[in-house]
T-cell receptor
Framework: NAGVMQNPRHLVRRRGQEARLRCSPM?????VYWYRQLPEEGLKFMVY????????ESGMPKERFSAEFPKEGPSILRIQQVVRGDSAAYFC???????????FGEGSRLTVL | GENVEQHPSTLSVQEGDSAVIKCTYS??????FPWYKQELGKGPQLIID?????GEKKDQRIAVTLNKTAKHFSLHITETQPEDSAVYFC???????????FGAGTILRVKS
């Protein structure tokens, strides 16, 4: 029973490029969350999605960031025109429903040069 | 808005001693309180959780206590071992809405 799968694990981009991070939730999980972790800091909520719907995007920056969770395929966090401040670890978590327990992936580490 | 404060930010203990990490939360409607352990370069792993209808929960060397009146909860690790060294995060979840709000984390170092 595979856990939450994230790829790529490491991504290097130059300023102005686009970054796409993918997350496949655990089997049977239809709720996906994205969190950002800056070096030596805690996890900051970005967005919560269910299949084909964004439920809560209160933590997403208003510009350049978008997320989707299509009917088929993984959830994708997209960052356009990356800047150095976007360098961070991005974690995806999934849950089977709203009961509480979140299972995290190993993260995607974005470095912007 | 939701806020979770965690302390201490770093904690060093001798192997075999106990470690206690404390968190407070701001939203009285929060009803779920998990603790996560994060090792270097890895994702957070759930180690124990507690719901608001319970005051204490124990799993081997790990225990969590919850005081809803005071809006704080604590993680207790007894007989610490070097492999307990990691960053520990507390979190709280609102009754309405499904996101977890995390504390800033505690770096635990167990010295052998």
């Amino acid at each position: 029973n595979a856990g939450v799968m994230q790829n790529p694990r490491h991504l290097v981009r130059r300023r102005g490029q686009e970054a796409r991070l993918r997350c496949s939730p655990m089997k049977g999980h239809s709720h996906v969350y994205w969190y950002r972790q800056l070096p030596e800091e805690g996890l900051k909520f970005m967005v919560y999605l269910q299949k084909e719907n964004i439920i809560d995007e209160s933590g997403m920056p208003k510009e350049r960031f978008s997320a989707e969770f299509p009917k088929e395929g993984p959830s994708i966090l997209r960052i356009q025109q990356v800047v150095r401040g976007d360098s961070a670890a991005y974690f995806c978590a999934s849950s089977p429903g709203g009961a509480g327990e979140l299972f995290f992936g190993e993260g995607s580490r974005l470095t912007v040069l | 808005g939701e806020n979770v404060e965690q302390h201490p930010s770093t904690l060093s203990v001798q192997e075999g001693d106990s470690a206690v990490i404390k968190c407070t939360y701001s939203d009285s409607a929060s009803n779920y309180f998990p603790w996560y352990k994060q090792e270097l370069g890895k994702g957070p792993q759930l180690i124990i959780d507690i719901r608001s209808n319970v005051g204490e929960k124990k799993d081997q060397r790990i225990a969590v206590t919850l005081n809803k009146t005071a809006k704080h909860f604590s993680l207790h690790i007894t007989e610490t071992q070097p492999e307990d060294s990691a960053v520990y995060f507390c979190a709280a979840k609102m009754e309405y809405g499904n996101k977890l709000v995390f504390g800033a984390g505690t770096i635990l170092r167990v010295k052998s």
